[in-house]
């Protein structure tokens, strides 16, 4: 079982910048996907961002150009740099950790307001 703990979301005027965090502990194995969803109100829950354990990445079409995924694989930690910031980025954003054979683990979700 691996436990995520998400951290850095808030209130932002568009334009800005937010970086989100999420630390993952347990029983993490080498080979994983790690990963940022987001689910604003009324909408289904969005893949928005995934990083390999050997750093590939890849985004949603929306966020290309203006976030970046990262991380940390001493500290079990992946980041989500979120720059140029619109109000249709509100939601609230998950953290996920993939590896194969076992189940998938998600964060509570930390959540990420933007105003115009």
């Known amino acids: 079982q691996v436990q995520l703990v998400e951290s850095g979301g808030g209130f932002v005027q568009a334009g800005g910048s937010l970086r989100l965090s999420c630390a993952a502990s347990?029983?993490?194995?080498?080979?994983?996907?790690m990963g940022w969803s987001r689910q604003a109100p009324g909408k289904q829950r969005e893949l928005v961002a995934i990083?390999?354990?050997?750093?590939?990445?890849n985004y949603v079409d929306s966020v290309k150009g203006r976030f970046t995924i990262s991380r940390d694989n001493a500290k079990n930690t992946v980041y989500l740099q979120m720059n140029s910031l619109r109000p249709e980025d509100t939601a609230v954003y998950y953290c996920?950790?993939?590896?194969?054979?076992?189940?998938?683990?998600w964060g509570p979700g930390t959540q990420v307001t933007v105003s115009s």
């Open positions: 996920s950790y993939k590896t194969p054979g076992r189940s998938d683990s």
């Open positions: 347990g029983s993490i194995f080498s080979i994983n996907v």
């Open positions: 990083i390999t354990s050997g750093g590939n990445t």
